[in-house]
């Protein structure tokens, strides 16, 4: 997820189970014009395998440059962007917009899987819009040019985030391939996590908002599917902990400036549903620096033990 799946991001997302993380889509022009900002957005700084990087872009010459670069700065695989619904990127032919160009998604992602060795991926939607549900054809040509899965968000492009994801519809694409296919869209609880299995019959889960402030549902999804029993929620000390790992991992990884600045939205997300976030969220967003968010966040989270406890009532 562009400006979340960030390295401390995705390494709280491991420690709470998650198999596989993506990273933020980087543009395949940004990649070959060498930015340095860029190349951040794809570090793993060794410490995280395996890495996927999803590449966005329309050029297939480009985007199999980008995938070779990224191979060599340790991508674990590549992942194509067929998903993404912003205007600034379908304009230029891009994300979402590769959907309505079958001959294209063909050229592309034939290029890339011939110059890279790595497992190449495919991240897209059900189709443009309600007039173009192409996605089972789409994850034909994947096939075929020798994609090894596809994860399916269960919305067109023209409902962006509007609606609810249908897994059914996942369930068809999955139908039309015998490569793998992850179910996307929607699951924000173990129960959801295991219906969309059922519905769909996909071969994996892929969950993106359902983890914002809440990382630990990796591990309660995975516990529910393997033992039937859900967990708990985790309690006011393990909550804090893991907030101080995020933010930790923030301030190092940007600088203490930066990372205290993009940590503000973590943290709101982390204290959703706490008695006085919104005075926590006001607080933090006014913290001129690492130090005091910390502080912050220690007051916030170590006393409220009260809300919590009535949260998982
Ligand atoms: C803020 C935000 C950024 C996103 N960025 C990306 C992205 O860079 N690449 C991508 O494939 N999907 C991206 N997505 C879409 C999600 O990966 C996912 O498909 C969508 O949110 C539905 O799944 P969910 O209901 O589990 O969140 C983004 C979604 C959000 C909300």
């Not at 023209?158 to 793998?180: N, T």
Request: proline share 4%.
């Amino acid at each position: 997820m562009a400006g979340i799946t960030d390295l401390p991001f995705r390494l709280q997302a491991r420690r709470y189970g998650a198999d596989l993380l993506v990273s933020e889509m980087i543009s395949s022009q940004a990649m070959v014009r060498n930015s340095l900002r860029t190349k951040r957005m794809a570090s793993s700084e060794g410490v995280e395998a395996p890495l996927v990087v999803q590449i966005a872009g329309g050029d297939p010459q480009i985007m199999a440059d980008a995938a070779r670069m990224n191979v060599e700065l340790g991508a674990d695989a590549i992942d194509i962007n067929m998903g993404c619904p912003v205007k600034k990127i379908v304009n230029t032919w891009a994300g979402a917009a590769l959907m309505k160009d079958e001959e294209l998604v063909g050229r592309i992602l034939e290029a890339v899987t011939k110059a890279v060795q790595v497992p190449v991926t495919v991240k897209m939607r059900l189709g443009w819009d309600n007039n173009q549900l192409n996605g089972e054809t789409i994850a034909r040509i994947a096939q075929a040019a020798g994609v090894r899965w596809i994860a399916v968000h269960g919305r067109t492009r023209a409902q962006m985030y509007q609606g609810k994801a249908d897994w059914q519809a996942i369930g068809r694409i999955k139908a039309a391939v015998s490569i793998p296919v992850i179910g996307n869209g929607d699951i924000t609880t173990p129960q959801e996590a295991k219906h969309m299995l059922e519905i769909s019959g996909v071969d994996g889960l892929m969950i993106g908002r359902g983890a914002l402030g809440r990382p630990w549902l990796f591990q309660q999804v995975k516990h529910y599917l393997e033992h039937g029993e859900s967990l708990p929620e985790p309690d006011v000390e393990e909550r804090y902990q893991t907030v101080l790992f995020h933010l930790d991992h923030m301030l190092d990884h940007y600088g203490p400036r930066t990372g205290n600045l993009m940590a503000r939205k973590h943290l709101s997300w982390y204290g959703r549903g706490i008695v006085g976030a919104a005075r926590f969220r006001e607080e933090v967003n006014h913290s001129p620096n690492g130090e005091i968010t910390r502080q912050l966040a220690s007051q916030f989270f170590r006393t409220a033990s009260c809300s919590i406890a009535e949260m998982a009532l």
